[in-house]
T-cell receptor
Framework: DAGVIQSPRHEVTEMGQEVTLRCKPISGHDYLFWYRQTMMRGLELLIYFNNNVPIDDSGMPEDRFSAKMPNASFSTLKIQPSEPRDSAVYFC??????????FGSGTRLTVV | AQTVTQSQPEMSVQEAETVTLSCTYDTSESDYYLFWYKQPPSRQMILVIRQEAYKQQNATENRFSVNFQKAAKSFSLKISDSQLGDAAMYFCAYRRGVDKIIFGKGTRLHILP
């Protein structure tokens, strides 16, 4: 298995632009998580899905953020419009039931 | 609410020596899982070791072992024979059943040659 695949690995965009981050979880995993990592706040859970259904989106900072999981093999995290304070590393992770997560390599987002 | 506390922001250890990273957590649950993750400079998050709360035996993975004290809500990580490749940020983490994982703030480990 190729693991959790995230794209792009790096993204630089201008303030106000729309940004879409993509994630392909490990086949067969029924949980998918989106985290954001910054120096100041550490790892923050944004949202997670179980069997493609959003379970907890209380960590999504504001309406500018949205996440979808149209099928078991694909998820997106969208920021529209982006702001400089959204600059961070965004991780996608998947797991099977109670196991630990397998993380993707992360997307480093820079909003200028 | 569950919390995970890592009281050592940074630690250093001489190559080939043993080092222990501390972690405490707060929960009222009896069924949960604890993890240690490693994040090297490449930023990849790597699962190092996993412990089920119902198991009394401490988990071990090669040079990595844990000291799980359920009553004290303590979960420390011991790295034996430290190697340069062990230099990384280490995160202690807690998961209640199939719920989300809660991470500590991390401990940065330096390996001195």
């Amino acid at each position: 298995d190729a693991g959790v695949i995230q794209s792009p690995r790096h993204e630089v965009t201008e303030m106000g632009q729309e940004v879409t981050l993509r994630c392909k979880p490990i086949s067969g995993h029924d949980y998918l998580f989106w985290y954001r990592q910054t120096m100041m706040r550490g790892l923050e859970l944004l949202i997670y899905f179980n069997n493609n259904v959003p379970i907890d989106d209380s960590g999504m900072p504001e309406d500018r953020f949205s996440a979808k999981m149209p099928n078991a093999s694909f998820s997106t995290l969208k920021i529209q419009p982006s702001e400089p304070r959204d600059s961070a590393v965004y991780f996608c992770a998947s797991s099977l039931d109670r196991d630990g997560y397998t993380f993707g390599s992360g997307t480093r987002l820079t909003v200028v | 609410a569950q919390t995970v506390t890592q009281s050592q922001p940074e630690m250093s250890v001489q190559e080939a020596e043993t080092v222990t990273l501390s972690c405490t957590y707060d929960t009222s649950e009896s069924d949960y899982y604890l993890f240690w993750y490693k994040q090297p400079p490449s930023r990849q998050m790597i699962l190092v070791i996993r412990q089920e709360a119902y198991k009394q035996q401490n988990a071990t993975e090669n040079r990595f072992s844990v000291n799980f004290q359920k009553a004290a809500k303590s979960f420390s990580l011991k790295i034996s024979d430290s190697q340069l490749g062990d230099a990384a940020m280490y995160f202690c983490a807690y998961r209640r059943g199939v719920d989300k994982i809660i991470f500590g703030k991390g401990t940065r480990l330096h390996i001195l040659p």
